[in-house]
């Protein structure tokens, strides 16, 4: 049973633009949204979190949504760079249980 | 850099063999998390140890143990390996064990079995 799902195995998106990538759970007692980025040959990097009590959190160019009724969380990069080129993970976790469960990825093509 | 020392980068051995996987987390981390990545997939939780102790447990096989030294370095032990364990094995740290915080991987093991 996947917890957490990211439905779009890539996206190409035109420097300069709106990157969005979306991820969706079915666990209403994940307390924690985390979002990472990797590089092919190196490990995960955490780019932002949130909580669920709240449904927006911002640093610098990423933006992360959280709509807790949809189930569904959103990461917002603007503008797009080519450095942003990467898969991009959600994860989930809650306070009973300090596991992460893992989206299987997003792989995110910023076009020049 | 992330801090967090894994090695060997690369391994290759055969089915049946064991094999030790070695972690260093980032310098005051006592969280040590061990992580499977099969092929296009996402990451799958092994297990996690807490200033020495286990914490939590995934779906971590019978054939694979771990353990977290005084100095806080981990291992990650698999034994009797089938071609099926073939797969990147992350190792991540963090300051607490706490649900939410971020964690820092390593470049991670990449395990092949022939």
């Known amino acids: 049973d996947q917890q957490v799902k990211q439905n779009s195995p890539s996206l190409s998106v035109q420097e300069g633009r709106i990157s969005i990538l979306n991820c969706d759970y079915t666990?209403?007692?994940?307390?924690?949204f985390l979002w990472y980025k990797k590089y092919p040959a190196e490990g995960p990097t955490f780019l932002i979190s949130?909580?669920?009590i709240k449904d927006k959190n911002e640093d610098g160019r990423f933006t992360v949504f959280l709509n807790k009724s949809a189930k569904h969380l959103s990461l917002h990069i603007v503008p797009s760079q080519p450095g942003d080129s990467a898969v991009y993970f959600c994860?989930?976790?809650?306070?009973?249980?300090?596991?992460?469960?893992w989206g299987a990825g997003t792989k995110l093509i910023i076009k020049p | 850099d992330s801090g967090v020392t894994q090695t060997p980068k690369h391994l290759i051995t055969a089915t049946g063999q064991r094999v030790t996987l070695r972690c260093s987390p980032r310098?005051?981390?006592?969280?040590v998390y061990w992580y499977q990545q099969s092929l296009d997939q996402g990451l799958q939780f092994l297990i996690q140890?807490?200033?020495?102790?286990?914490?939590a447990k995934g779906n971590i096989l019978e054939r694979f143990s771990a353990q977290q030294f005084p100095d806080l370095h981990s291992e990650l032990n698999l034994s009797s390996l089938e071609l099926g364990d073939s797969a990147l094995y992350f190792c991540?740290?963090?300051?607490?064990?706490?649900?939410?915080?971020?964690?820092?991987f390593g470049d991670g093991t990449r395990l092949s079995i022939l």
């Open positions: 949130i909580s669920s």
């Open positions: 994860a989930a976790s809650s306070d009973s249980n300090y596991q992460l469960i």
């Open positions: 991540a740290s963090s300051p607490t064990a706490g649900a939410g915080q971020p964690q820092h």
């Open positions: 140890y807490y200033n020495g102790e286990e914490r």
């Open positions: 310098s005051g981390d006592l969280s």
């Open positions: 666990n209403s007692m994940f307390d924690y």
